[in-house]
């Protein structure tokens, strides 16, 4: 009887243990509510369980919970957070809606979701920037600009003012991924480093990854600035822009069909070149860019999209000289849902870098660029709420254009040629898991396989002992070594060939709700190369692929950092160390000649190179007063030793500072909310002066004078240093009405600071004495800018 009653009572049981274990899926997308626009990183917080969750790239989310009631609360940085109660009887699918906040008491809760997200996750030298605060930061000539916001994060630093381009912890311009809709723009920079390509007003957001990066991303080493553009206003057709002193804007926004499809359009150009015109000066120079943005929703499972960018840049000095560059992308994109836990993206992605030149005087016209032709297959999995799978492949096609010549007219004496065309196919696949071991122990882990395939159709110069540089020991130089002979290689035929294995980890340990520690590694590959010896990209530069002289780039870095919230997440703190070591990083022999080099292996060699630092971000993020500051103590360094012990290298085979190493890097950033018709802002920058070979003295020989320099990059330009400053004026007048406008009142530069962009040594015509020339770019810059919305 009792073996009766024993099992009778396993009867019962065992299916209240599996009704309790029964187990239902919440999904669907986070939009805000004005728009419809896909909320990318909103927070989902699930009160019961003390979990938090984040939505995708396109704003979706997927939570499985055992069946039962719970407490969802939803937020986003600028809107308010809202609340639902959600009962779990079975799978759901509810998108969910914000509302923008202008209420700054609400923004309180806002942030505390999304900073115990940020604790728990081990997810670290990671940046993100909203377009908001973006937007409030004092700017040069009052373009808002990107690029140069996030210079002042920690560990992020450029060439020098007026520069192009970013450096990341020591990493080399050339080492940044910058994707706009996840294609690959070139060159960031108008107006050679003046502004970027990006207009604020058609982004939606962005994020830096300066390491700990997830094994979806690679082709780069130093870092990943991921951009997303706005998807356009699924509820009302809308209209914003803005006039300054030297650039205007406009961007027009609507439905296609009301709550499922949109448009955006936005257009900027400068016209300073027209007031050259006006007093009949013939040179000019200006730029113009398009953005495009197409979406539209098929089903609650099918989502599609179509973006696109156009962008140039006209150098033109009178009738003789005449320069063209600038990006163009286009992608298509599908989004489908398999299931309630398996999202997919599907991208075919076209990006191109045009860079022209045509010089009359001698009836030259010059042509070069890089196409790739992209396909993307990426699926995120959420097999459980501590388990996550992101796994996928990427295939590019790469066509390389270093140079085609023609004349301009058919007096010119120059003649037709085609620098031989370079063809590259580089692909990959990776599997990344996000893994909660424990409520304190959280793990990111991954790998990436990628390959590299360097193809014909070209001709190849051999060498003897396969050394394109040789050793010149009477002088103690490098020289370019003559060709032997040539290998012909067909059309698809394989030059060289690469692959790697990438592996990725991170780890986070919290504390408790407010304190964290961190530790990640990432190994990356780097197939493509810019030919460059200048501090910063210029337009001219040429990519190159990796081939059996320019080996691919490698990288590992190991990262370690404490994370702390303090006062209800009313501040925050993020310190972190690094230590990045770097193969085959390319440098050049004394005296290269890069522009139309058909035979640039004969000026390149192979070093390595180093970076280790401290970066530390402290920000206050509620109340009137929000901002941030960021210190850098870092050093970067590079060598290129001799291939055999009768060689010196570089530098006698020392370790020399590169161009962009930046001992400290400070930046103070301020927002003040005064009342609701005042706001202003301040930037505070100091940095250590950029690296320079200084001459040491002068010798002479034969009748010419001959100066002789310290070792490489030895010197370093004054430190640079400045404040800016911005008010924004918003009528009170604007209340109710659907013609929003404001004025934005800048100064950049207030105590007109003489930073150096280079210094020059000369003999003085009158005294004959030698003397050092400063160059400035910029001292005390005012600005004004009127912006309308409506």
């Known amino acids: 009887m009792p073996g009766k009653i024993k099992m009778l009572f396993y009867l019962f049981l065992i299916p209240s243990i599996l009704l309790a274990q029964k187990r239902h899926t919440i999904s669907g997308t986070v939009f805000d509510d004005n728009n419809k626009e896909t909320l990318i990183g909103a927070s989902l917080y699930i009160e019961e369980t003390k979990t938090a969750f984040n939505t995708n790239e396109y704003g979706f989310y997927s939570i499985t919970l055992p069946e039962g009631e719970y407490t969802l609360t939803i937020s986003y940085v600028g809107y308010a957070s809202a609340t639902e109660r959600i009962s779990l009887t079975q799978d759901v699918k509810k998108n969910l809606l914000l509302k923008g906040n202008t209420n700054q008491l609400d923004e309180v809760v806002v942030v505390d979701n999304k900073k115990r997200a940020n604790i728990r996750k081990p997810e670290m030298s990671v940046n993100k920037l909203t377009i ?62 003046l502004f970027s390509v990006f207009n604020p ?8 990854y300066k390491g700990g990066i997830p094994a979806r991303y690679g082709g780069r080493l130093s870092s990943i600035l991921d951009i997303y553009q706005k998807e356009g206003n699924k509820n009302e057709f809308h209209m914003n822009g803005g006039v300054g002193l030297i650039t205007s804007r406009i961007l027009a926004e609507g439905p296609i069909v009301t709550d499922k499809g949109s448009f955006v359009v936005a257009g900027r150009g400068s016209y300073a070149h027209l007031f050259l015109k006006l007093m009949d000066n013939p040179n000019s120079a200006y730029f113009y860019d398009l953005n495009t943005k197409l979406s539209y929703s098929l089903n609650e499972k099918n989502n599609i999209y179509v973006s696109g960018y156009f962008g140039r840049d006209v150098f033109q000095l009178s009738d003789s000289f005449k320069n063209t560059y600038g990006n163009a992308i286009l992608n298509l994109r ?125 001709t190849l110069n051999t060498y003897e002992n396969d050394q394109p540089v040789v050793f010149n020991p009477t002088f103690s130089i490098y020289e370019s070594a003559d060709p032997n002979g040539v290998t012909y290689y067909k059309k698809n035929q394989t030059i060289a060939k690469f692959d790697n294995l990438e592996p990725r980890f991170a780890v986070s340990y919290t504390i408790n709700e407010d304190q964290s520690v961190k530790a990640s590694y990432n190994r990356m590959s780097q197939y493509l190369h810019l030919i460059s010896n200048t501090q910063s990209p210029t337009p001219l530069d040429v990519w190159a692929p990796s081939d059996k002289w320019l080996r691919p780039q490698l990288l590992d870095q190991w990262a370690l950092g404490y994370f702390r919230n303090f ?42 190179a180093r970076a280790y630092g401290l970066e530390v971000l402290f920000r ?84 010419i004078t001959v100066p002789s320099y310290t070792n490489r990059n030895e010197e370093n330009l004054p430190a640079y240093h400045r404040l800016d400053v911005s008010a924004t004026l918003t ?60």
């Open 334 to 458: 599908w989004n489908h849902l398999f299931s309630d836990k398996l999202f997919t993206n599907l991208s075919l992605i076209y990006s191109d870098y045009y860079y022209g030149l045509r010089l009359d005087f001698i009836g030259l016209d010059w042509a070069s660029g890089i196409k790739n032709f992209n396909l993307k297959y990426d699926f995120k999995h959420y097999l459980t709420n501590k388990f996550k799978l992101t796994y996928g492949f990427h295939g590019n096609y790469y066509e390389f254009n270093p140079g085609t010549v023609s004349p301009t007219n058919e007096e010119s004496d120059i003649n037709a040629d085609q620098l031989d065309r370079k063809y590259a196919f580089e692909s990959a696949i990776y599997l990344d898991a996000e893994h909660e071991i424990t409520d304190r122990i959280a793990l990111s882990y991954g790998l990436r396989f990628s390959t590299f395939l360097r193809l014909g159709l070209q």
């Open 620 to 703: 206050k993020n509620t109340g009137r007063t929000t901002g941030w500051v960021s210190y850098t103590l870092s050093k970067t360094e590079q060598q290129v030793p001799g291939r055999t012990p009768q060689e010196t290298g570089i530098n006698n085979g020392r370790w020399y500072k590169t161009g962009f190493d930046k001992t400290h890097n400070l930046a103070v950033v301020g927002n003040y909310k005064l009342n609701e018709k005042w706001r202003f802002g301040a930037n505070l920058i100091f940095q250590t002066g950029q690296p320079v070979t200084f001459p040491n003295g002068q010798y002479v020989y034969e009748g």
């Open 731 to 790: 009528p009170r007048k604007n209340k109710g009405r659907k013609w929003q406008s404001e004025w934005v009142f800048g100064i950049y530069n207030i105590y007109n600071r003489q930073n150096a962009a280079s210094i020059t040594f000369r003999q003085n015509d009158e005294t004959a004495a030698n003397e050092a020339v400063r160059l400035t770019i910029f001292g005390f810059v005012p600005s004004a800018t009127y912006n309308i919305k409506f």
């Open 567 to 608: 006062k209800n997440d009313a501040y925050s703190l993020e310190s972190e160390i690094f230590f990045k070591k770097i193969k085959n990083r390319v440098d050049y022999i004394d005296g290269a000649n890069l522009i139309a080099n058909e035979a640039i292996e004969q000026v390149v060699l192979r070093g390595r």
């Open 201 to 208: 007003d058609a982004i939606k957001d962005l994020k830096l």
């Open 132 to 193: 908001q605060e973006i937007k409030e930061m004092p700017v040069i000539l009052g373009e808002v600009d990107i690029i140069k916001s996030i210079l002042t994060l920690p560990g992020v630093t450029n060439a020098g003012e007026g520069q192009s381009g970013f450096n990341v912890r020591g990493g080399g311009a050339d080492q940044n991924l910058i994707q706009l809709d996840e294609a690959t723009i070139y060159n960031s920079s108008h107006l050679f480093g």
